[in-house]
């Protein structure tokens, strides 16, 4: 499949010297939430979002050391991963059309926005189709937001009992992005219904599902201290997005 290409800015708005001091900003936010709820920092991973930037933006995060960054349209991935380190993994937080599942499957590493039975049985059998092994994240709609993409919570065990039946695949954990409307205390509950969601799904199927991929820039904190292992970041580490 032929993708349209897509036109970024030519350059970022900050500096590597400013990106890696956001950097440095954004794990002394970690660490001060894990202070309060009695985490380890280093169970917290850092998923720069690089979406509508150029593929600088991959390099910097590289250069810090991170060895993941996040799209979510595939053929910005696909644009962008040949110009970037090979042993960069690049993560899928966009919503996936089915008919974009197989140029999907072939640039990214992790998927974080699975969120049907239909979605899952098409990426099982194009994955053994192309010999890969993806690692998924259900996305759930714990907000009850209606403006959201996500299966509802009483929908995850459907995707989890379809998910176990596909050899090609890899469940590793949930997502899920909170209202925008609602505040601290709608993301709150979002993200604490995520982890109960998470628990129970354990809990019935005898599985670990360790992953659990919640906040962004604004309320990384709250998904800290409700127990996100990944919080997706772009705005506090690369600067105001220059386009759409």
Excluded at 36 to 50: H, K, M, Y
Excluded at 138 to 147: E, I, K, L
Aim: glycine residues 6%.
């Amino acid at each position: 499949m032929t993708l349209g290409l897509i036109c970024f800015p030519l350059s970022l708005v900050v500096t590597y010297e400013q990106f890696a001091a956001n950097c440095d900003a954004v794990r002394q936010r970690i660490k001060s939430a894990c202070d309060q709820c009695g985490r380890n920092p280093s169970e917290i991973r850092i998923l720069p979002v690089t979406k509508t930037n150029p593929v600088e933006a991959a390099l910097y995060a590289y250069r810090y050391g991170m060895r993941s960054v996040s799209e979510n349209k595939v053929q910005e991935g696909q644009e962008k991963k040949p110009l970037a380190p090979a042993d960069l993994r690049w993560e899928f937080i966009g919503h996936l059309q089915s008919n974009k599942v197989k140029p999907a499957l072939k640039i990214f590493d992790i998927i974080q926005t699975v969120d049907s039975v239909d979605l899952i049985l098409r990426m099982g059998r194009i994955a053994e189709e192309l010999n890969v092994k993806p690692e998924i994240y259900f996305q759930v709609n714990s907000g009850h937001d209606p403006a959201k993409f996500g299966c509802e919570i009483e929908e995850a065990p459907l995707l989890l009992e379809a998910a176990l039946g596909q050899s090609s695949l890899r469940v590793v954990g949930l997502m899920a992005v909170p209202p925008i409307e609602g505040g601290m205390d709608s993301a709150k509950r979002t993200f604490d219904n995520l982890r109960i969601c998470r628990d129970d799904l354990e809990s019935k199927f005898k599985v670990k599902l360790p992953e659990l991929s919640m906040g962004m820039s604004g309320d990384m904190e709250a998904a800290v201290i409700a127990g996100s292992t990944c919080v997706r970041l772009g705005s506090s580490l690369y600067g105001p997005r220059t386009q759409k």
